[in-house]
């Protein structure tokens, strides 16, 4: 199993910025393709960003492109969601997840490992 933990969730004003961090256990983290996801209240999880496991493809929600960046550090087992010119609509609970396959990014049944959550909550 993989084990995932999220941090770096807070509150923030609109046009700040946050970033978040998801550090990982397990040998294999290089070799999987990464994701942020996130759940609004009273709507369903969507995807937000994912990261090949070499970092050199990534995928972006239209929502958040040119305002997000995600990154991982293979080294530190870490992957990373910048985020800039925050909305009050990005407000959600925001997991990291692991995709083994490294196929369908965007899709929630690709991923096997998930992490607790952590809450984002943007002011206007």
């Known amino acids: 199993q993989v084990q995932l933990v999220e941090s770096g969730g807070g509150l923030v004003q609109a046009g700040g910025s946050l970033r978040l961090s998801c550090a990982a256990s397990g040998h294999t983290f290089r070799r999987y393709a990464m994701g942020w996801f996130r759940q609004a209240p009273g709507k369903e999880r969507e995807f937000v960003a994912g990261?090949?496991?070499?970092?050199?493809?990534?995928l972006y929600s239209d929502s958040v492109k040119g305002r997000f960046t995600i990154s991982r550090d293979n080294a530190k087992n870490t992957v990373y969601l910048e985020m800039n010119n925050l909305k009050p609509e990005d407000t959600a609970v925001y997991y990291c997840a692991a995709n083994p396959s490294g196929t369908s990014w965007y899709r929630l049944t690709n991923y096997d490992y998930w992490g607790q959550g952590t809450q984002v909550t943007v002011s206007s």
């Open positions: 990261i090949n496991w070499s970092g050199g493809s990534t």
